[in-house]
């Protein structure tokens, strides 16, 4: 007995393992009075015991074994820690006590299993319990059945997963023992009572006895749904309150959970996957070709049985597809359509999902093939099609069957409409939204009126069942236009109809909405697994759980509070208030009188069409005051807006009652409730006053307001469609311009885009630029919403315009839409609008690639390509991707069906020549943008072999494959991805390049999605295995896609994925998993006003939910194009922010924000100069590198703690990039404040930005170029200098990313490239960018070359380093580059030197291969510039030279001096690289930077000239203004021996100057202008603008084109500026029009848009409603007569010939301009006499010959006028008369005389004119006379008089008229004109006598210019004595003072600039083209000398005035007086200006 003694002094849980037995029943004893006595699960007390339990229940003492399985349970049940037994305990039950005698022992063993599924461990338990299956004991096996039926009974379908128990059932009953066979009978009937019907067909070929028994037990089944008995730990709540209702009678929570419990199951999902493909027989693709139709049924019903199994393995089906496609298409014989229709049943069963790929093939011939009429073919087909149907979705096929509908066969019309009707009964209102319903409702409405019976009632049927789906309020909206009768129709239909979703939906017919259904929708067992993806019915509870929907339109917010269900319909959803306005009925005026009179006082109304203004403006105030104090249900708006309408109405001509008027109507938009009706009778007024100068604005805000109360979208179209169907440009502008504003208020959501795109069309083909330039801005703002494929709609464009809109977009680039201000509508509540909003822009995104016209190419992929694409030879492969590519490319947009292409292209795919798979990347990359969206319908069947791609050996062909699937997700969304089981199938291949470009790939994509497929989870298990891939790359990619699988799946299902793991694996998986949950972001928010779908590129920045901060949202607009990355909410919820961040509090934001004041930067001393000593000395590694090793950022990191502010620090070496961007938004934010902190720690900045330039996120980048661009201007601005060691550490790298693909970054980094070269000198700069040039990325070596040509262009050949020749070699190596664009940057680079260098360049350059050197000369050729010197300039001097300026001007502040040098540089650069973007061509951008060439030296002498607002400065330099250019001369010489030719270098600085006369900004061009008439005003000067007339004149009319429709519609600028700028321009014009020389230099085309260009400024209402407009319209009238008499006469004849013909042409071109064109063109008839030798008569005879093929004589009589055609005429006659017979033969540039009636005419004329003796005009005077002597007596006195008087009044003889008016004036003084007079106008009356006055001036000698010689708008000499010519307006009727006038203001202009005092002029002010005078500095000695030259000045130009009148006149004189006083002038000039330099 001693032993006993022994084991009972042991602890328990060593008695728990003694050999003896009896220790061990006293030790299990022991064990469970202690199991029972601790309370708490989690005492420590449970772990001792861990390791025993195994033991306690595997004890081989059956007692023993009863009390230690006793003991276990207790322990099971109570103990935290037991779930680590799990696996070990229920093993040994299965094997030592399942198998033990005693009942009892195995009923605790079974309650054991059924504790351990209770405390969440069902998986590890029913694994075991399966294993047990296998065991050889039947015991066992029956025992391990009946825990598996007990634990399905008690826990449900939910916790026990039946799937693996149905596969081993069949074994079971086939078992010898009739215990297993009985067991597996019940286990049978238990599963049967959870899953019904879905059990019958893995159970289907067990023996029939057993079948038949089964079917007897599943028939006494109840019928009601089966529900849980015991419930799992987490669930125990739920079972409290179960009982509660069971106790209180009720079971309520049943039906509740039925909808949950229901499709758990499908039975598709139990069934074992069958492979067929290779059980095919050997012959089936030759049998079913064979001719004989016996054979080719053989072949089909092997098939059939094949495709008899239930489940099908997932493998390559198209070429059986294929095969079984052409028998249904092309077979005769219809038994075999059936069959073969059948098989496609088979498939489509089969696989059901993994079918979808080919449904898009298949559907079009079965649908096409319902014309067979047989019953039995048909039914087959509509089998085939309804499987098929249900493999894919109804977006999918759309396009297929509405292609069928236009079908002329009624039966198919009616078997579609029926397909149709049966696909939606598979729909929800989520599946089937607006965009989807819109087209197939058009289609099925054409066919209710269809004249086949069937086809009406098929189509009822279909839209019945619409209505059903959605409710009628979908519908509705459709059905606007169909009858009442075929209404009924369709609402009876409706209610026949029955849904496969049963109850759920059948609320539709009365509540017209679908109620929110908790949890799942119910879901039939056929449909199972594809409707649980389909249906998502809207959850109560937050949006984030809305389940995923179909493409159409994002979840819907469940609010079950909200009235009729949610807004799941997807349409508008507005109260009934806003319903019931849509119709308000049309009220009679007599109604609206009476309405208005109740609520407008009585006054009001009698005095509304009062003629007395004043009385109809006291009645407005009233009017709206009456208004402003009503209330909104009371206001009668219509009858308010009637009693606005009526006489005057919209016609008052009295702008402040309109100005009033307009107000009302906003008024009463905003504050009653306004409806349509109301509406429409006020919008056309409206776009009538929209143009007007003083009412727009209050046009305006009245349709704002209107376009609040009746939605933006209509009231858009409506007033689009007025403004467009007027002729008013300023209208149609206008209107373009309130749109654009109002997109920007109100959204863009709803808006038809297809209107606007044509009506913008219209608009781009205006000829009024006004319109045109609105039309692009719209065109801008759409860009933001719509995206970039807004621009394929203005594709053939002209390129000039299209070139514009492209400008536009630029500038939207990365920008986001504004949020809306208005429109969110006061009627609706909240939830709804967020919801239908989504939709809304949803479809508008749609719309928009909708509406491309598509080419249909299948035709064009014959088979013959397609054999072609699959020969064995490459080079025949090849060819046929090459017609492919071409194809597509000649398409541009096609439609979604290609034929036989997908699979012959999937061939290409694993093509064992790379090239050729690159082609085939690249193809389907087009095909993708070809086909837009509908490209989706191949994502399974081409996708998915492309992202195979992705493992690809080769890195070329990975990055084309990745940028191939890119292409198509930005088409297609994510979702087909997703969706089935694909994705998982990839990235199961273990594959490491395919596994990390994958994961890479989704790591990128998922984090932009809000919800995903629930596929996703079967990519989890392989992501786990590539947690633990070999392979480092994977495992870091993995790594990084796991919170964003997270995000989308929740962290409990990533967890509970990972219970199929090893242990080991397990543990470290979690551990990841907990990692990644800090980590996880948010899930994008749901957008508000457009949703995240790519395509639509649509506004991303909204997307951000209130947590991202505001540096987030920067860099997410930073993004380059919109896309859907952005719409992720980049700034994580704060919570998970803080979590990322180093060790940072992760208390409150506020406690951060304390740590993060105080400088980013410490100045340390000398830090940076010990740095370059350690770096020097090898102390540190020297920055130099191909990527960035860890050591690097750690030297870096260290280096930076020291004296970066440690929370920034944490910030730039984070590992997520979002944290990178926060720090260059805060390093933005103190760049300015801590100049000296990053000037201090420069070197470790651009070390840092380096390694930013090393990541691959766009949006990092983007933001460090925008700081290094701010940076660099910084540092310019403090001329600072770079060290070598920061440019040696910073350059190189900064060079790499000029090979960037994006556009945009390339730009920026060239202009910080530009940006450097102030601060570090260009010639050092030169070997870095050379070095790029050796580059292998082909774009780098492009722009580094394109870089270095800038260099030399602006520093000359000093900057090519080491020498010219060196540099110039490695260059023209280029020249032979493979690449197209390097060779043309290398082209264009030498052609500059040559420019700069002239021939010499070929010495330099050396030898070159004969191709190259034909390609140079060509080049060169080409740029046709002759050589010649440019400016040279050695940068170092640069920084002495700013000190030098800088000291000069010292009392200036440090500006202007540098403006001169570097702000000028900076300017000018900027400029030629934004020109060389622009452009298309190397060749033409080359021109364009030659021409405007700056000269840095020229513009460093001349620096005083520039500032001209400063008189200070001026007066400084006043010595240098009249000074000869001769400076530049020597001082070249000294730089550079090379070059001596002046010329250029002055000719260089002009080229600078013209660029910025055409500048946006106003006093940039005032400069160039004021520097421009210095030269012009200096005879020795003025020949230098030699050459550059043209161009100075295109600047000049581009500037004007600027004013007009930019500065002057600008409400900011300030009119006086514009004033300013306008009397600069017409100064200098008139200046230059004085000197004949040049003014002959100006060409045809130029001068014709510069008379445009003038005579529109004449007739700008806008300037004549400025205070000085009218002086500037007097300035212009004398500069167009100069113009046209200096100019050369054949060009300006020819230009206003071609003016004229344009004006005519042109609709929206006013009559007035044509008018003044003509009046132009009669001044230069007048001069024709003096001229018409120096004329070239072919060239105007050919100009006015294709003037008459335009305009026949029929056409122009058509014209309104009369003019154009008596214009003709007159020029012509007057050219017979001038050349005789002589005319006919300068015909000689006319090709075809005969198109014209031209020469016809000429002869007509010399015919008539040989009857007449002598030449009128020269016997002008003498003819006067002598009839005067033949009628002077008195009888004949009256008619004589009346003859003149005709005369004055006919155009072409006023003159003559006048002047034998004088001459019998003088003759006959005591002659009473007046009777003839009176009856005249007024200004007729004051236009004699100024003639009458003229001539006695003229005859008398003191000639002044006759003011009838202008050409002013308001003068209409034409017409006597009309009432309606208006009163001259030319200053004041005293003819005598128009000559000085002009002069006095070009004095003062000249006064103003000199800083001189105008107020001290002693004459009478005229008003100064110039408002503000400056302030007098000078003393007035120089005042004195200044209004001596003035006065002077002005006698010459008198002198030279009369002279060019007697010329005009006489027609006789020569100009020699006048250039003989010319000379005369200048003397004395010159010598004043010596007096004042030596006053000096």
Not at 641 to 655: D, I, Q, S, Y
Not at 1100 to 1113: G, I, L, T, V, W
Request: glycine share 6%; hydrophobic share 40%.
């Amino acid at each position: 007995m001693g032993d006993d003694s022994e084991w009972l002094k042991l602890p328990v849980d060593q008695k728990c393992e003694h050999k003896l037995w009896k220790a061990r029943l006293n030790g299990y004893e022991e064990a469970l009075k202690i199991f029972q006595k601790i309370k708490d699960e989690k005492s420590p007390e449970w772990s001792k015991f861990l390791g025993l339990i195994k033991k306690f229940v595997t004890d081989s003492n059956a007692v023993v074994q009863l009390k230690g399985l006793e003991a276990a349970l207790v322990y099971v049940e109570n103990a935290h820690v037991a779930g680590k037994t799990t696996g070990e305990v229920v093993s040994g039950v299965v094997s030592k006590v399942f198998n033990q005698p005693k009942a009892k022992a195995k009923e605790l063993g079974i309650e054991i299993c059924l504790m351990y599924i209770e405390i969440e461990k069902g998986e590890a338990v029913q694994e075991e319990l399966l294993k047990g299956l296998d065991n050889k004991n039947p015991k066992i096996v029956v025992a391990c059945i009946e825990t598996l039926r007990k634990a399905l009974s008690e826990f449900g379908s939910k916790i026990i997963l039946l799937k693996p128990i149905i596969k081993v059932l069949p074994k079971l009953f086939e078992s010898r023992e009739k215990a297993i066979r009985d067991e597996a009978k019940l286990i049978a009937v238990e599963i049967y009572r959870w899953i019904r019907d879905a059990l019958r067909p893995p159970l289907q070929n067990i023996n029939s006895v057993q079948l038949k028994e089964l079917e007897e037990e599943w028939v006494r089944l109840p019928t009601g749904a089966p529900k849980p008995t015991r419930f799992l730990r987490s669930q125990q709540e739920l079972e409290a309150k179960l009982e509660q209702q069971q106790s209180a009678g009720g079971d309520a929570e049943g039906g509740g959970d039925d909808g949950d419990e229901v499709p758990q199951i499908d039975a598709y999902e139990l069934l074992e996957a069958v492979e067929i493909l290779s059980k095919l027989p050997k012959d089936f693709y030759d049998k079913i070709e064979a001719k004989k139709w016996q054979e080719r049924k053989e072949a089909l019903e092997a098939v059939e049985v094949l495709v008899k199994n239930p489940k099908l393995e997932a493998g390559d089906y198209a070429d059986l597809v294929k095969a079984l496609k052409k028998v249904v298409g092309k077979d005769t014989n219809v038994m075999l359509v059936a069959l073969a229709a059948k098989c496609l049943t088979g498939l489509a069963v089969g696989l059901r999902k993994k079918f979808g790929q080919y449904a898009g093939h298949v559907v079009p011939t079965i649908l096409e093939k319902f014309k067979e009429k047989k019953p039995q073919v048909v039914q087959a087909l509509q089998e085939a099609i309804d499987a098929i149907f249900l493999t894919t979705t109804l977006q999918n096929i759309s396009e297929d069957v509405l292609a069928v509908m236009d079908n002329k066969n009624p039966t198919i019309k009616q078997q579609t409409s029926l397909f149709i009707a049966r696909s939606f009964r598979h729909c929800t209102a989520s599946t089937l939204p607006k965009s989807l319903l819109k087209p197939f409702c058009a289609a099925l409405l054409k066919h209710i009126n269809d004249s086949a019976p069937e086809v009406r009632d098929a189509a009822f049927e279909a839209l019945g069942t619409a209505l059903k789906v959605v409710g009628e309020k979908a519908v509705n909206p459709f059905l606007a236009d169909v009858d009442k009768l075929k209404l009924d129709k369709i609402k009876e239909c409706s209610e026949k109809v029955e849904l496969v979703h049963g109850k759920k939906t059948g609320l539709a017919a009365d509540k017209k909405e679908f109620k929110p259904v908790p949890g799942r929708t119910a879901a039939s067992g056929a449909a199972g697994d594809k409707d649980m993806k389909d249906i998502s019915a809207p959850k109560p509870g937050p949006l984030k759980k809305a389940p995923a929907t179909k493409a159409g339109g994002p979840p819907k917010k469940g609010k079950p509070t909200a009235p009729g269900g949610t807004g799941s319909t997807g349409t508008k959803n507005k109260k009934g208030l806003e319903t019931k306005e849509i119709v308000e009925p049309e009220l009679s005026i007599e109604v609206c009188e009476e309405k208005a009179s109740v609520v407008l006082p009585p006054t009001c109304i009698q005095v509304l069409d009062s003629s007395n203004w004043k009385e109809r403006l006291a009645c407005m105030e009233e009017f709206q005051k009456a208004v402003e104090l009503m209330d909104r249900t009371e206001m009668p708006c219509q009858a308010l807006v009637r009693m606005l309408a009526k006489k005057p109405g919209w016609k008052e001509t009295n702008f402040q009652v309109m100005q009033m008027k307009l107000h009302i109507v906003a008024l009463i938009a905003q504050k009653g409730n306004f409806s349509k009706t109301s509406a429409q009778i006020v919008l056309d007024g409206l776009v009538d006053k929209i143009g007007d100068v003083k009412c727009g604005n209050n046009a305006k805000e009245a349709m704002t307001a209107i376009a609040e109360a009746c939605m933006l979208p209509w009231t858009a179209e409506q007033v689009m469609s007025m403004a467009f169907s007027q002729k008013n440009p300023k209208n149609q502008s206008e209107t373009l311009n309130w749109l654009s504003n109002a997109i920007k208020e109100f959204g863009f959501s709803g808006l038809n885009v297809k209107a606007f795109i044509s009506n913008v069309k219209t608009a781009l083909a205006a000829t009024n630029p006004a319109v045109r330039t609105s039309a692009i801005t719209l065109l801008g703002v759409m860009y933001l919403y719509v995206g970039p494929s807004l621009r394929m709609f203005f594709e053939d464009e002209k390129p000039a315009l299209l070139s514009q809109i492209d400008a536009e977009f630029e500038k939207m680039q990365g920008q986001s839409p504004p949020a809306p201000t208005r429109g969110i509508s006061k009627h609706s509540t909240s939830g709804i609008e967020e919801g239908e909003d989504g939709d809304e822009a949803d479809d508008a995104g749609n719309d928009v690639v909708d509406l491309l016209p598509r080419t249909e190419i299948s035709d064009k992929i014959t088979s013959e390509l397609v054999s072609k694409i699959a020969d064995k030879n490459w080079k025949i492969r090849k060819e046929g991707l090459d017609e492919v590519a071409g194809i597509i490319n000649e398409a541009k947009f096609i439609q979604p069906n290609i034929g036989e292409l997908p699979t012959a292209l999937k061939g290409r795919l694993n093509d064992s020549n790379k090239i050729l798979v690159q082609q085939t990347l690249n193809i389907l990359q087009q095909l993708a943008v070809a086909m837009g969206p509908n490209i989706k319908q191949h994502v399974k069947n081409l996708g998915i072999p492309i992202i195979t791609v992705l493992g690809d050996s080769k890195n070329n062909v990975r990055a084309a494959a990745l940028a191939t699937v890119n292409a198509w997700a930005e088409q297609t969304g994510m979702k087909e991805w997703l969706e089935g089981e694909d994705l998982s199938e990839e990235l199961k291949k273990e594959n490491p390049f395919l596994r990390q470009e994958l994961l890479g790939w989704l790591a990128e994509k998922l984090p932009t999605l809000r919800s995903t497929p629930t596929d996703l989870i079967l990519c989890v298990p392989h992501l786990y295995s590539c947690l633990e891939d070999r392979n480092g790359d994977v495992r870091k990619k993995a790594q990084d896609a796991l919170p964003f699988f997270m995000m989308h799946l929740g962290y409990e299902k990533m967890a509970k994925a990972t219970g199929k793991l090893k242990p080991t694996s397990k543990d470290q998986v979690l551990a990841m998993l907990e990692k990644a949950k800090a980590n996880m972001p948010a899930k994008p928010a749901a957008p508000t006003k457009a949703t995240s779908k790519p395509m639509g590129g649509s506004a991303p920045a909204k997307f951000q939910p209130a947590s991202a901060p505001a540096e987030d949202s920067v860099s997410s607009n930073a993004e380059p194009r919109p896309d859907p990355k952005k719409a992720k909410a980049p700034g994580v919820s704060s919570k998970a922010k803080s979590a990322q961040g180093k060790k940072v509090p992760s208390k409150t934001s506020l406690k951060e924000d304390e740590d993060k004041s105080g400088p980013i930067f410490i100045v340390v001393p000398n830090g940076k100069e010990q740095r370059m000593k350690d770096e020097k000395g090898l102390k540190v590694l020297k920055w130099n590198f191909t990527t960035p090793r860890d050591e690097y950022i750690e030297q870096l990191k260290t280096q930076m703690s020291s004296c970066v502010a440690k929370w920034l620090q944490d910030e730039m070496f984070h590992s997520d990039f979002q944290h990178h961007n926060k720090a260059l938004a805060v390093m933005v934010d103190h760049l300015e404040s801590e100049k000296e902190g990053v000037i201090g720690c420069l070197d470790l900045i651009l070390k840092w930005l380096t390694l930013r330039f090393f990541d691959t996120n766009t949006s990092v980048l983007m933001k460090a170029l925008e700081y290094l661009k701010l940076l660099f201007t910084l540092l310019s601005e403090e001329e600072y200098h770079l060290t070598e060691n920061e440019a040696s550490s910073f350059i190189p790298y900064l060079i790499l990313k000029v090979g960037e693909p994006k556009d945009v970054i390339r730009k920026d980094v060239r202009a910080i490239l530009n940006r450097m070269c102030l601060v570090y000198p260009a010639s050092k700069m030169f070997p870095f960018i050379m070095e790029g040039t050796k580059s292998k990325n082909s774009k780098q070596r492009a722009e580094c070359l394109e870089e270095l040509g800038c260099l030399v262009e602006s520093y000359g050949m000093n900057v090519c380093q080491p020498t010219p020749g060196k540099a110039l070699k490695e260059i023209a190596i280029h020249i032979g580059d493979r690449d197209n664009a390097v060779r043309n940057a290398a082209l264009n680079t030498i052609v500059t030197v040559y420019n700069v260098h002239g021939d010499q360049v070929f010495k330099l350059i050396g030898n070159l291969s004969e191709k190259d050197m034909s390609m140079l000369e060509e080049r060169i050729k080409r740029s046709a510039k002759r050589p010649s010197a440019a400016p040279i300039k050695q940068v170092e001097e640069k920084p002495q030279r700013t000190q030098s300026i800088s000291s000069n001007a010292n009392m200036l502040r440090k500006g202007p001096a540098e403006d001169m040098s570097s702000k000028l540089k900076i300017m000018y650069r900027t400029y030629r690289i934004q020109a060389r973007s622009m452009s298309g061509h190397p060749e033409a951008a080359q021109m364009v930077r030659r021409e405007f060439q700056l000269d840095l030296d020229e513009i460093e002498n001349d620096n005083g000239t520039v500032r001209c607002e400063m008189p200070e400065l001026v007066q400084h330099k006043l010595d240098d203004i009249f000074e000869p250019v001769l400076i530049p001369e020597p001082k070249i010489r000294a730089v550079s021996p090379h070059f001596d030719d002046m010329h250029s270098n002055t000719a260089s600085t002009i080229n600078f100057i013209i660029s910025q006369v055409a500048s946006g900004d106003i006093n940039t061009s005032i400069q160039a202008l004021t520097q421009i008439d210095e030269v012009l005003r200096q005879e020795d000067k003025a020949e230098a603008m030699s050459g550059h007339i043209d161009q100075f004149l295109i600047a000049t009319f581009m500037q004007l084109r600027l004013i007009y429709n930019t500065h002057m519609a600008d409400e900011k600028l300030e009119k006086d500026e514009i004033i300013k700028l306008y009397s600069c321009i017409i100064g200098n014009m008139i200046s230059l029009f004085q000197i004949e020389s040049l003014a002959r230099e100006a060409s045809t085309g130029v001068l014709k848009d510069l008379m445009h260009g003038l005579i529109t400024l004449m007739l700008d209402s806008r300037i004549e409603d400025l205070e000085e407009g009218q002086q500037v319209i007097r300035s212009v009238n004398l500069l167009v007569v100069k113009v046209l008499e200096k100019s050369d006469q054949t060009n300006i004849l020819s230009a206003l010939l071609v003016l004229l013909q344009d004006s005519l042409l042109a609709t929206a071109s006013s009559p007035k301009f044509s008018e003044l064109v003509m009046k132009c063109l009669w001044r230069m008839v007048r001069l024709l006499p003096d001229t018409i030798n120096s004329i070239n008569l072919d060239r105007i005879l050919l100009d006015i010959h294709i003037f008459m093929k335009v305009f026949p004589k029929e056409k122009l009589k058509q014209c309104k006028s009369e003019f154009p055609i008596r214009t003709l005429k007159t020029l012509l006659h007057t050219l017979c008369k001038l050349k005789g017979p002589k005319i006919l033969d300068h015909l000689t540039m006319i090709d075809n005389k005969n198109e014209s009636e031209l020469e016809a005419h000429l002869c007509r004329m010399m015919k008539h004119s040989m009857d007449q003796t002598g030449s009128k005009s020269d016997k002008e005077t003498e003819k006067g006379a002598s009839r005067l002597d033949e009628k002077s007596s008195k009888a004949k006195v009256n008619d004589f008089l009346a003859e003149i008087f005709k005369k004055i009044g006919s155009k072409e003889n006023t003159k003559e008229g006048l002047a034998e008016l004088y001459e019998y004036k003088k003759k006959y003084s005591d002659a009473d004109i007046e009777p003839f007079l009176k009856n005249s106008s007024q200004f007729f009356q004051s236009y004699v006598e100024r003639g009458l006055r003229v001539i006695e001036m003229e005859r008398e000698g003191k000639g002044r210019i006759p003011t009838s010689t202008g050409i002013s708008p308001q003068m209409e000499v034409t017409c006597v004595p009309t009432p309606t010519s208006t009163v001259s307006s030319i200053g004041n009727t005293n003819g005598e003072e128009v000559g000085p006038s002009v002069y006095l203001e070009r004095l003062k202009i000249l006064r103003q600039r000199c800083g001189l005092d105008n107020a001290k002029d002693d004459r009478p002010p005229l008003t100064s083209l110039l408002s503000k005078p400056a302030v007098p500095t000078v003393a007035s000695s120089t005042d004195m000398l200044h209004s001596k030259l003035s006065q002077l000045r002005e006698s010459r130009e008198q002198h030279q005035h009369s002279d060019l009148d007697s010329n005009q006149i006489h027609s006789s004189g020569t100009m020699t007086t006048s250039s003989s006083s010319t000379a005369n002038i200048d003397d004395l000039k010159k010598r004043l200006e010596r007096i004042k330099s030596s006053r000096k």
